[in-house]
């Protein structure tokens, strides 16, 4: 089993400060000051490059399994140089795969036949490869692969495979 990884909630806790390390219950929640997330970055792109970890990251760096890993992810145009500061001192042996929108990540995980996906979007229409993340906003997702409810999980599951 081969694995790649989402960055935001899985590795780079991206609203964690403005939320009091909070998780929203809805995905489409606002921001304190009432906008979106994609309005609040994009009048701020450079506070990426300053988000703390997710609680995953420590598990995820350790894997022994696996030398650099592989991150998928969808970023506003303007937050990709501040994202890229961020994986530079985070991971910066990671291998770094943009996609344009985020059903794009499905498509490349079902292009390999043992390929699975660590995400906690929780909107994508069939979820069989993805390993969940499991947060408030993603609690209704039941089609997942596997649901990870916390980092000692995630790590059992590494070890596993």
């Known amino acids: 089993m081969n694995l790649v990884y989402d960055l935001d909630g899985v590795l780079r806790w991206l609203?964690?400060?403005?939320?009091?390390?909070?998780?929203?219950?809805?995905?489409?929640?606002?921001?304190?000051?009432?906008?979106?997330?994609?309005?609040?970055?994009?009048?701020?792109?450079?506070?990426?490059?300053?988000?703390?970890?997710?609680?995953?990251?420590?598990?995820?760096?350790?894997?022994?399994h696996r030398d650099s890993p592989t991150i998928l992810t969808h970023q506003m145009e303007k937050w990709i140089p501040y994202t890229e500061k961020w994986i530079h001192v985070y991971i910066p042996q990671a291998k770094v795969i943009y996609?344009?929108?985020?059903?794009?990540?499905?498509?490349?995980?079902?292009?390999?036949?043992?390929t699975y996906l660590v995400e906690d979007y929780p909107n994508f229409k069939d979820n069989s490869k993805v390993i969940l993340i499991?947060?408030?906003?993603?609690?209704?997702?039941?089609?997942?692969?596997?649901?990870?409810?916390e980092p000692e999980e995630l790590n059992y599951l590494l070890e596993a495979i």
């Open 134 to 149: 499991s947060y408030p906003y993603n609690s209704e997702v039941k089609d997942c692969f596997c649901r990870i409810r």
């Open 99 to 114: 996609v344009k929108k985020p059903e794009e990540k499905l498509e490349y995980v079902n292009s390999f036949p043992d």
């Open 15 to 64: 609203t964690a400060e403005q939320r009091n390390f909070i998780m929203p219950d809805h995905w489409d929640d606002p921001m304190p000051n009432g906008q979106s997330v994609i309005e609040y970055f994009n009048e701020r792109p450079h506070e990426v490059t300053y988000s703390p970890v997710t609680p995953y990251y420590p598990v995820i760096i350790k894997d022994r």
